[in-house]
T-cell receptor
């Protein structure tokens, strides 16, 4: 049973526009969420995180929104750049610790020049 | 500061053989985790080590094992390889029990 779901396998946007990547979760015990970005032939790179005590966290062009009642989070990238083209993973730790992350299956973002 | 280093980058093995993968964490990081990435299952947790002790293990058969040395370096071993073990194996480290994981670039294992 997938506890973290990314229902869109791919997303294509124009350079300069907003990219919105979505993630749903089923485990109401999750209280911390992370987004990772992955380029081909490289490991995932930590991007941004959010605690369940917040509903928004911002870092430069990246903002993560959390809607606990809907068990939904989203990553907004504004403005999108071609270098943002990568696979984005949403993840949540189990058991209140960060060591065992449950990942979504990822969304491939393509930003077209 | 150097990142997480995994060796080798690529490996081709035959069914039935065994393999050992190596991971050097970021200097000062005492926690090392291993993940398997496959197209069908995505990223799945294998196990985590902290101060040479395995803290948790994912839902993988006993053919998958690991260890951590006193210098925090870690190895992962897979015995009696099966075709389905073909995957990208990722190692990640972090300084303490909290904070984001920092991943290496992985070892691509192909079993023929």
């Amino acid at each position: 049973d997938q506890q973290v779901k990314q229902n869109s396998p791919s997303l294509s946007v124009q350079e300069g526009r907003i990219s919105i990547l979505n993630c749903d979760y089923t485990n109401s015990m999750f209280d911390y969420f992370l987004w990772y970005k992955k380029y081909p032939a490289e490991g995932p790179t930590f991007l941004i995180s959010i605690s369940s005590i917040k509903d928004k966290n911002e870092d430069g062009r990246f903002t993560v929104f959390l809607n606990k009642s809907a068990k939904h989070l989203s990553l907004h990238i504004v403005p999108s750049q071609p270098g943002d083209s990568a696979v984005y993973f949403c993840a949540a730790p189990e058991g209140g610790s960060n060591y065992k992350l449950t990942f979504g299956k990822g969304t491939l973002l393509t930003v077209n020049p | 500061k150097a990142g997480v280093t995994q060796t080798p980058r690529y490996l081709i093995k035959t069914r039935g053989q065994q393999v050992t993968l190596s991971c050097s964490p970021i200097s000062g990081h005492r926690s090392v985790s291993w993940y398997q990435q496959t197209p069908g299952q995505g990223l799945q947790f294998l196990f985590e080590y902290f101060s040479e002790t395995q803290r948790n293990k994912g839902n993988f058969p006993g053919r998958f094992s690991g260890r951590q040395f006193s210098n925090s370096r870690s190895e992962m071993n897979v015995s009696t390889l099966e075709l389905g073990d073909s995957a990208l194996y990722l190692c990640a480290s972090r300084w303490t029990v909290i904070g984001p994981l920092h991943f290496g670039n992985g070892t691509r294992l192909t079993v023929t």
